[in-house]
């Protein structure tokens, strides 16, 4: 194949003539073109014969060539149920039919076909649930027979990721509506997003025609799309597809392999309308295609779509595809319109001009074909004399090409997910939608508007709307012209032999449908689960319409009581990949980070945040982390805790909260004192630890974790909405910032730049606090002790953080004072046998198994999760958190690392390190009860399979009597 097989410039607007590809079909070479996609390749190359149908495997052509139907369907070497009108064709690629027995083209399942009248619809309902236990013999046999494709096990996944927009107005579909909102919003100031599912902008505009002189399009398309690349305040994503709506606008947009979480102020959604086929005998056949699908085949590929074509049509845009039909060389035998007479009557004197004949209130009653079915050959064209009734006698006439179009139905899905409403206007023939929530609207074709002047002044009063809430100057808006109708009524021609098909996807004709209403199924809903239809990957897209319509008639309803079946996310196949794609991480840094940053630090995630693992060079980790520890243990080091979570709690209600909301008791806590704070949930299991403390009569400052302080604010206000106390709860997790100095000389460094605070034992013992400055910074000292040393928390406003951290390493330079990272405050804790929650506990541990029943306020009358505990307390322990020692040099345990009971597995590793301090290597792990003994052994299962055996030990390691943190 080479250029001159296409149709020349300006056709082909997606391809590029000087870059050939070849791959291979079925077994078969062919080429094609950078920018084809595998259908329009192989359409380019002869071949209509793409795959077979679904339960009578009927040769199946392109449809809509917008990836809206399954009759495209190929097997890729990594991927089944491809969309080949959709998959970009890529040099070398090889590519394989599915869904036939031998061969596509001779498909030895054909002659199911022939056996429809023993298949009605729901018979596999009614036929294999007996004998009782026959559907385990008849599943395989029919699932072989489905014949959906095969998997690589072997497969390996591309890297998927995820991101953030956060935008003013998100527009989803970039074509003539999409383009001039995306211009109104942007040019009033608005931030907007401009989604679009194709490669290019501009809609309809890249293939549709609007005049008969065939030049509109083209010229407002370059227009727009030359603005709107202009414009700074315009983002567009091609080839993206908003696959939901959710509430509050959150949209998420697949780009490939990036899946965008959106969240837009105010969205405008101006997707167009999906061409409806028209349902007649064989008007599946491959030839057959939407006119709009001809359309897009011309001058998106430069394919010609056949010799000689007859285009069937219920509204005036089938005489404008005729027209482009006849300009790029293919005869047109016929153009038959079901109206009796088209709206714009310059629309017929053209045809009549060209020598295009035409037929007034007529149908394609079927279309004919070869052996085989592998192609269109003929059409029979018969009078409408009623609805869904033809005359006696016809005209035959010889086509390779039938192209047909009975009207159009706006693309409702993300609408109706959001609550919109769909209506049927009987002097429309057509569906609109309404009930909008506030925040999401339409314009264009999706809202009923087809005339290309009506669809662009629809866009500038959406865009208006959407602008005006926002508080921005609105466009001046523009008078909407007359609209003609676009639906010819009653599409639907039933024949008495049928295969006069509703739904491609699963081979559903005119009789399966009212069959089923007849079985009782009557709601639409119902015929769904019953028939199938609509739940192949078109998603009704092309029979939600002549479904709702055969249903209303079937059961004496109107089509707008009837309905169509309720759209939900996603709006198309998304893989799994997107969602379980890597996660997008928000990226913190705390108010020292530059000086950790210039101190050598080695950074590390710590929840949202980076914070410093060790002081040093990368590669020596272990050496860093036990210098750091030991300086600790013997000197004073300073850590940034920052990262720490902060709430302040206030008001007459303040002690009342905290003791419904933790374990143990506060309302009797003296001001000036801190406690431990445990949380549990409703189910007693531990979600969260920190220090309480009481700065006045009616105010607590309580610490969280630094990755559950968001979920504990939440539960606080939660619960609080319920509970409705006199309290105000904030978080200051980001106004302060915080650091721990820790060792024996810690007292000694702190004293010479706090004032106002006796630092004494005696007058700030431990787990005391007092408001004091430090370095001349107001502050909050709390006197804790986390590593296991006598040690100080110092919180300030953020903005104070470098002058903090500088002012103390100040002060400690004489006394040898250094910072150190979380890999030795984590050392330094599991000495002492502190646990960290989300590491050593996980989403079932309860109090007792981590030994915190000393944490519970046994007199409380109510806590959250109290109930529950006292019914765990009640049960035999399964499990506990013990301390585990191995000498030094023993293969050391990992994270995850399982402990074993006999054959079976008891517990896991969740903490171990070596321990300079102590000379062996300690850690925590949960055992079964009966293996929590001190002096028992555990075995351990590490890298290599190797077994190590663990002697339980009484926690803490290090310090047992707290003197160190005491004194």
């Known amino acids: 194949m080479n250029s001159l097989t296409r149709l020349p410039a300006p056709m082909g607007l997606l391809i590029d003539r000087e ?26 190359s002869g071949r209509w014969l793409l795959s077979r149908s679904f339960k009578y495997h009927r040769p199946r052509g392109p449809l809509s060539l917008a990836g809206q139907d399954a009759n495209t369907l190929v097997q890729l070497p990594d991927e089944p149920n491809v969309l080949a009108d959709m998959e970009a064709a890529r040099d070398g690629q090889v590519v394989e039919g599915q869904n036939f027995n031998g061969s596509l083209e001779h498909d030895r399942d054909a002659y199911l076909g022939k056996f429809s009248r023993f298949m009605p619809v729901g018979f596999y309902y009614r036929s294999f649930y007996k004998p009782k236990g026959m559907w385990k013999v008849w599943e395989p046999l029919i699932r072989k027979k489905a014949g959906l494709g095969v998997l690589d096990l072997g497969f390996k996944p591309q890297y998927h990721d995820k991101a953030y927009l956060f935008v003013d107005v998100a527009v989803i579909g970039g074509g003539p509506a999409g383009l001039r909102a995306a211009l109104d919003a942007a040019t009033a100031g608005a931030k907007v997003l401009l989604i679009e599912q194709q490669p290019v902008l501009g809609g309809s505009l890249t293939y549709a025609r609007f005049d008969i002189a065939g030049t509109r399009a083209s ?17 567009v994503l091609l080839q993206a597809t908003c696959n939901g709506w959710f509430t509050d606008n959150y949209l998420p947009v697949i780009q490939h392999t990036r899946l965008y979480k959106v969240r837009a102020t105010r969205c405008l959604v101006t997707a167009g309308a999906f061409d409806q086929p028209v349902v007649f005998r064989n008007n599946d056949l491959p030839g057959i295609m939407l006119t709009s699908a001809a359309q897009r085949l011309m001058k998106l590929y430069a394919v010609k779509p056949g010799q000689r074509a007859v285009v069937l049509t219920g509204h005036d845009d089938g005489y404008l595809a005729a027209l ?8 047109v035998a016929a153009l038959v319109d079901m109206r009796a007479a088209p709206a714009d009557a310059a629309l017929a004197s053209e045809l009549k001009r060209r020598g295009i004949p035409l037929h007034l209130g007529s149908t394609v009653y079927e279309a004919l074909h070869g052996k085989g079915m592998r192609h269109v050959s003929g059409v029979d064209i018969r009078p409408i004399t009623g609805q869904g009734k033809v005359g006696t006698q016809g005209l035959r006439l010889a086509c390779d090409l039938l192209c047909m179009s009975a009207g159009y139905m706006p693309v409702y899905q993300l609408l109706c997910q959001a609550g919109g409403k769909l ?4 002097d429309r023939d057509a569906f609109s939608l309404s009930n909008l929530p506030v925040g999401l609207a339409i314009a264009g074709s999706v809202n009923g508007r087809h005339h290309l002047d009506n669809v662009l002044a629809d866009a500038t009063r959406a865009a208006a709307e959407a602008v005006a809430a926002l508080g921005l100057p609105a466009p001046a808006l523009k008078a909407f012209g007359p609209e003609a109708k676009v639906n010819f009524p009653w599409p639907i021609f039933p024949h008495p032999k049928g295969k006069d098909f509703v739904d491609f996807d699963e081979d559903l004709q005119v009789r399966d449908i009212v069959n089923a209403t007849r079985s009782g199924y009557r709601d639409v809903q119902l015929v769904k689960r019953f028939s199938t239809v609509g739940m192949g990957p078109s998603q009704g897209r092309h029979s939600a319409l002549p479904t709702a319509r055969l249903v209303a008639q079937a059961t004496g309803r109107s089509i707008s009581e009837t309905g169509v079946t309720t759209a939900r996310p996603p709006f198309q196949a998304e893989k799994l990949a997107h969602v379980a794609g890597r996660a997008f991480d928000p990226y913190r840094q705390t108010p020292m980070h530059r000086r950790h940053v210039a101190a050598g630090a080695k950074m590390m995630p710590a929840g949202i945040w980076q914070r410093p693992a060790y002081y040093g060079k990368p590669d020596e980790r272990e050496r860093c982390m036990q210098e750091e520890a030991r300086h600790v243990r013997e000197k004073v080091g300073l850590i940034d805790v920052s990262t720490l979570g902060g709430l302040d709690v206030r008001g007459p209600d303040a002690a009342e909260l905290l003791e419904r909301l933790y374990t143990f008791g506060f309302a009797k806590l003296a001001i000036g004192r801190t406690r431990y704070a445990l949380m549990t949930n409703e189910h007693g299991v531990v979600i969260d630890d920190g220090v309480c403390a009481r700065l006045s009569e009616q105010h607590f400052y309580v610490t969280a974790t630094t990755s559950g302080v968001d979920r504990i ?6 619960w609080n909405a319920q509970w409705r106390l006199d309290v105000d709860i904030t978080n200051v997790t980001a106004a302060l910032a915080a ?18 605070v006796d630092l004494s034992a005696e007058a700030f013992p431990y787990l005391g606090v007092r408001l004091g400055k430090v370095a001349g910074i107001a502050a909050r000292i709390l006197r804790v002790g986390f590593v296991g040393e006598l040690g100080y928390e110092v919180h300030v406003p953020a903005r104070h953080a470098e002058r903090l951290w500088d002012a103390l390493m100040q002060a400690g330079a004489g006394l040898g004072i250094r910072p150190f990272g979380v890999e030795a405050q984590r050392l330094l804790r599991l000495e002492k046998g502190h646990v960290i929650i989300s590491q050593d506990t996980d989403g079932m541990t309860h109090p007792a198994e981590i030994d915190m029943q000393w944490a519970i306020g046994r007199k409380k009358p109510f806590f959250v999760g109290k109930r529950s505990i006292e019914i765990l307390e009640a049960q035999p322990l399964k499990r506990k958190l013990v301390g585990f020692t ?4 023993s293969p050391q345990p990992l994270e995850g690392h399982l402990v074993l009971d006999g054959p079976d597995i008891s517990g896991n590793v969740t903490s171990c390190e070596y321990s300079q301090t102590l000379g062996q290597i300690i850690g925590l792990a949960y055992a079964g009860a009966h293996q929590a003994t001190p002096g028992m052994h555990i075995p351990i299962r590490v890298e290599g399979g190797v077994m190590v055996n663990a002697k339980v030990v009484q926690l803490p390691f290090h310090d047992p009597d707290n003197l160190r943190q005491e004194r």
Do not use: W
């Open 739 to 756: 650091v721990n100095l820790a060792g024996p000389l810690s007292r000694q460094v702190l004293a010479t730049v706090c004032e106002g």
């Open 219 to 235: 010229h407002l398309r370059q227009a727009l799309l030359d603005a709107v690349e202009a414009h700074p305040n315009i983002q």
């Open 423 to 426: 209506a049927y206007d009987v």
């Open 324 to 331: 482009d039909l006849q300009d790029q060389g293919v005869a």
């Open 19 to 44: 870059r050939p590809l070849r791959f291979v079909f079925d077994g078969q070479a062919c080429q094609g073109f950078a920018g084809d996609s595998i259908a329009s390749a192989l359409l380019g």
């Open 886 to 889: 191995l000498p030094k040099g």
């Open 713 to 718: 604010y939440q539960q606080m206000l939660k």
